[in-house]
Each structure stands twice: as C-alpha cells, then as structure tokens.
C-alpha cells in the first residue's frame, strides 16, 4: 500500500500533479513494476505487433497520397528530399527504397482513378485506426467511463493524414534555408569554417522537434477521455529519447552485424522495416502504459475524463 506523505509544493505547478509526483518519486521501483505488470496484462507486445504491422501497411500508401496532393501546389523534389529525412527516423536504412518506389508512383500517377484513391486512403487510415484501438486497450479506465462515438474514431485517421500534410509541408520550407546554409561558411581568426555541421545539426532538432510533436499528439488525441498536456508531452518526449537511441543502436545493427541478407534474401527490406517498426510500436504503447498508470496511482477519478 502507498502510505500517504507530507504534500510537496512546487511554484507554478498545480497541487494535483505534484502530490502523486513525490509519493512516485519515493518509490519509483514500484512504479516501474506496475508498469510492466500493466503493460504485460494489456498483452502491450501483442498491440505493438498490430500497431508495426498495420504502419507497414500503411506508409507507402499513406506518403503517397501526401505527395500525390502537395506535389500539385509545390516542388516535387524537396518534398520528396525532406519526407526521405523522415522516414530514416520511423525507418532507419529503408527510406531510400520507400522514396524510389515513391519517384516511380508519381510519375505514372495520371493513371490514378477513384478507385485505386479509396483504396490509398483505406490503407493510409489502418495505422491510426488500429493505433487508436491499441489505446482504449491501455486507457481501459477511461473507455469503461464512456465510449467514444463512431463518427470520432473514422475521423481521427484522416484528420492526421491533414496534419502530416501541413507538416511536411512546413518542415519542407523550414529546411530549405537549413540546407543552404550548409553551404555557406565564416572566416575566424583569419579560416574559414563551414556551416555544414551547424546545418546538420540543426536539421536533426527540427526532426526531433517534430518527432516529439508527433508523438504528444498521439497520447492526446488518440485516447479517448480529457487529455492532460503536460502527461503528453512528457509521454512524447521520453518516446522520442528512446526512440532515437534504439534507432541508432538498430542502425548500426543492420549495417554492421545483422545477417538479416543472407537468411531472409530479398525479403530482408521489408524484414527490417518490420522489425523496426515493431520496436518503435513497442516504445510507444509503452509510454502510453506509464501515463495511464500514472493516472490510475494519481487516484484521479475516471468520472473526470468524460467528454460531453
């Protein structure tokens, strides 16, 4: 049992969430195995597997219909330099053979017709859908309050493909000044130094940026029940930390260790992008198991998540 401990005041921070903070702060171990006993209750790997399967599905698809509307309005070369920068970081290694399938997409996509769209849009949509269910698997304590409505849940998928649209396309104009200031250099002391490290380095922030940005809008809009800011962006946040560690370590699996080629052959593309995803979905449901825990040890009552 948690014994209840003199209430800690932090300036600026209401009472509500530092309370449950310092008594989880005195025993975090126990925290943490309640985690993992939840996340292992709501069969979390057996979402994540759902989740990494269905995102397979779902990516060309879902970056397709992206171009197939931007590229009309705006230059079809840099979106397509920038969304390669964001798939290495959903799928480290793989983006260059998703972005050759997508440069031949396009150039024969006057053949689209409605019903080839449907069906874009159909698999655009699986990831989300499937993800949204994964969530109410883990937020139970809040859909046992009240469901969400149908028409919310068929919404929410096309709603992101709208969001991921104005995202590429901001990041795309974001970039652009980035990249060329690659090129430029400053004389000090008499040298010259080039800006292409600083560039990189500031292209990586905004990727992180908006990986974070992402993943806070997938712990509060995708459970249903009235979201907390601060539980999402922390949530996004330690997802992204984890996720660019796992990444790189999975990087340099691939490159340097793996014989994923020799057993799997030509199937070893998607093998890896599988496996990728897998650990991604994995980290993701995982931090949605520690904000849903959090709520649950916070005694916050359930009645208090209906939205009317």
Same mark, same amino acid.
């Given at each position: 049992?948690? +014994? +209840?401990?003199?209430?800690?005041? @932090?300036? !600026?921070?209401?009472?509500?969430?530092?309370?449950?903070?310092?008594?989880?702060?005195?025993?975090?171990?126990?925290?943490?195995?309640?985690?993992?006993? *939840?996340?292992?209750?709501? $069969?979390? &790997?057996?979402?994540?597997?759902?989740?990494?399967?269905?995102? #397979? #599905?779902?990516?060309?698809?879902?970056?397709?219909?992206? #171009?197939?509307?931007?590229?009309?309005?705006?230059?079809?070369?840099?979106?397509?330099?920038?969304?390669?920068?964001?798939?290495?970081?959903?799928?480290?290694?793989?983006?260059?053979?998703?972005?050759?399938?997508?440069?031949? =997409?396009?150039?024969?996509?006057?053949?689209?017709?409605?019903?080839?769209?449907?069906?874009?849009? =159909?698999?655009?949509?699986?990831?989300?859908?499937?993800?949204?269910?994964?969530?109410?698997? %883990?937020?139970?304590?809040?859909?046992?309050?009240?469901?969400?409505?149908? @028409?919310?849940?068929?919404?929410?998928?096309?709603?992101?493909?709208?969001?991921?649209?104005?995202?590429?396309? %901001?990041?795309?104009?974001?970039?652009?000044?980035?990249?060329?200031?690659?090129?430029?250099? =400053?004389?000090? #002391?008499? $040298?010259?130094?080039?800006?292409?490290?600083?560039?990189?380095?500031?292209?990586?922030?905004?990727?992180?940026?908006?990986?974070?940005?992402?993943?806070?809008?997938?712990?509060?809009?995708?459970? &249903? !029940?009235?979201?907390?800011?601060?539980?999402?962006?922390?949530? *996004?946040?330690?997802?992204?930390?984890?996720?660019?560690?796992?990444?790189?370590?999975?990087?340099?699996?691939?490159?340097?260790?793996?014989?994923? *080629?020799?057993?799997?052959?030509?199937?070893?593309?998607? @093998?890896?992008?599988?496996?990728?995803?897998?650990?991604?979905? %994995?980290?993701?449901?995982?931090?949605?198991?520690?904000?849903?825990?959090?709520?649950?040890?916070?005694?916050?009552?359930?009645?208090?998540?209906?939205?009317?």
């Amino acid at each position: 049992m948690w +014994r +209840r401990r003199p209430r800690i005041a @932090i300036p !600026g921070v209401p009472r509500a969430i530092t309370d449950p903070l310092a008594r989880l702060l005195q025993r975090p171990g126990a925290f943490a195995l309640r985690v993992l006993h *939840g996340f292992r209750k709501n $069969q979390g &790997f057996l979402l994540a597997s759902a989740v990494a399967f269905n995102t #397979l #599905l779902s990516i060309l698809p879902l970056s397709i219909v992206v #171009l197939v509307v931007l590229a009309r309005y705006f230059d079809e070369g840099a979106l397509l330099a920038t969304l390669a920068r964001y798939l290495e970081i959903v799928v480290p290694g793989q983006s260059a053979a998703i972005i050759r399938e997508l440069s031949l =997409f396009l150039q024969r996509q006057e053949g689209i017709g409605w019903v080839l769209a449907v069906t874009l849009l =159909f698999f655009s949509s699986l990831a989300f859908s499937v993800l949204e269910s994964a969530m109410s698997v %883990i937020f139970y304590h809040r859909v046992a309050v009240r469901r969400r409505k149908l @028409i919310v849940s068929l919404l929410i998928p096309f709603a992101y493909l709208l969001f991921l649209a104005m995202g590429l396309l %901001i990041v795309t104009g974001v970039t652009g000044p980035l990249l060329a200031m690659g090129h430029e250099s =400053f004389a000090f #002391l008499g $040298q010259a130094h080039s800006l292409d490290r600083v560039s990189a380095f500031l292209l990586y922030l905004v990727g992180v940026a908006g990986e974070i940005l992402m993943l806070t809008s997938f712990y509060l809009f995708m459970p &249903f !029940g009235r979201p907390v800011l601060a539980h999402a962006f922390i949530g *996004g946040a330690t997802a992204t930390v984890l996720w660019e560690a796992a990444r790189h370590v999975l990087r340099w699996y691939f490159e340097s260790v793996s014989q994923v *080629g020799v057993v799997y052959g030509s199937l070893s593309s998607a @093998i890896v992008a599988l496996l990728s995803l897998e650990i991604a979905s %994995i980290l993701l449901l995982f931090g949605a198991q520690v904000i849903a825990e959090y709520e649950r040890f916070s005694g916050e009552p359930p009645g208090e998540l209906r939205t009317d």
